[in-house]
């Protein structure tokens, strides 16, 4: 193993879910920016996989397969990133495809709530910001209306038309939190809380989250996100070690042009927690 702090960025997505760059692309820019292990970690898709660990070889780069798996949880949605599990398993794709399923009749009515609000076309207008027709997101939406003018940047598009409430909002059913680690943990794998921070959830919800996520076999929560303030790093740092959860880093880079956090680019993670690639060694490729 390299001397620590280990540049590990374990959170990004590709065009195979909502992010601009290939796999080869982010591969790439990922060993540029010096990142010594890798994970590209796709909403709801698995599809990039085999790309993204052979462009990592070809850069020297230490990889571990992930994914990001949507949850609903308390009435709002959680994301459970997926790392070292077997590309290949069987029951983990078909989870996946089943998670994906809802997305293409909740982009018609998302833009059916948009065009109420005057914004026609917005369906077809998403699906050229498109590469996987499974993976239509509220991101290729908001591509869609910065592109056209309605909005300066995506966040403004997520602030005024695609959140809870707004007119582009549709409620969904995502994976039920058990399934989605099981299905990670049954591929060899291992479950870990994406970007606690970012849920609006109250100070109970949380803990049954974090409870149940562990009674469930999840290991490991990020602590260091390009979600995360700085504080927030300290608060999620204690809630690994008081729910003992080992701790994970990724800047969940989607984009050059809308991503506030570059691939490589985060402090390294507190002391005294856990990294979780050590849950993971056997799995990373090639061994550290
Ligand atoms: P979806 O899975 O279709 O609900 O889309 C979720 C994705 O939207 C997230 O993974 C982010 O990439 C993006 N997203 C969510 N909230 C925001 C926001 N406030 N600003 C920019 N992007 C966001
Ligand atoms: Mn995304
Ligand atoms: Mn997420
Ligand atoms: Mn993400």
Not at 159 to 188: M, N, S
Not at 204 to 227: C, D, I, M, P, Y
Request: with cysteine.
């Amino acid at each position: 193993m390299p001397t620590s702090p280990l540049n590990a960025d374990l959170h990004c997505h590709s065009v195979v879910s909502d992010g601009t760059l290939t796999p080869d692309e982010l591969a790439a820019r990922a060993s540029h920016n010096g990142v010594q292990l890798w994970s590209l970690t796709d909403h709801d898709e698995i599809g990039g996989q085999h790309r993204a660990a052979a462009a990592a070889h070809a850069q020297g780069l230490a990889y571990l397969t992930g994914t990001e798996i949507s949850v609903s949880f308390a009435s709002t949605t959680v994301h459970i990133v997926g790392l070292g599990f077997d590309p290949d398993d069987a029951a983990l794709a078909q989870g996946l495809a089943a998670t994906r399923g809802g997305r293409g009749q909740r982009a018609h009515d998302m833009a059916q709530g948009l065009a109420q609000v005057g914004i026609a076309g917005a369906y077809e207008g998403a699906l050229q910001y498109v590469s996987n027709p499974e993976l239509i997101s509220r991101t290729h939406f908001a591509r869609f209306l910065v592109e056209t003018g309605v909005c300066r940047e995506t966040s403004e598009v997520f602030r005024k038309y695609l959140t809870e409430g707004k007119p582009g909002f549709v409620p969904h059913r995502w994976a039920a939190l058990g399934d989605a680690v099981r299905w990670i943990t049954q591929a060899g794998g291992v479950g870990v809380i994406a970007h606690p921070a970012r849920y609006r959830l109250s100070a109970n919800e949380e803990f049954a989250l974090f409870s149940e996520f562990k009674q469930h076999g999840g290991r490991g929560v990020e602590v260091v996100t390009g979600s995360h303030s700085v504080p927030e790093y300290a608060v999620y740092a204690d809630m690994a070690r008081e729910f003992g959860l080992a701790a994970s880093r990724g800047s969940d880079f989607h984009s050059p042009t809308e991503s506030h956090t570059d691939l490589g680019t985060l402090p390294p993670l507190p002391s005294g927690v856990t990294p979780v690639w050590e849950l993971l060694a056997d799995r990373i490729r090639p061994a550290l």
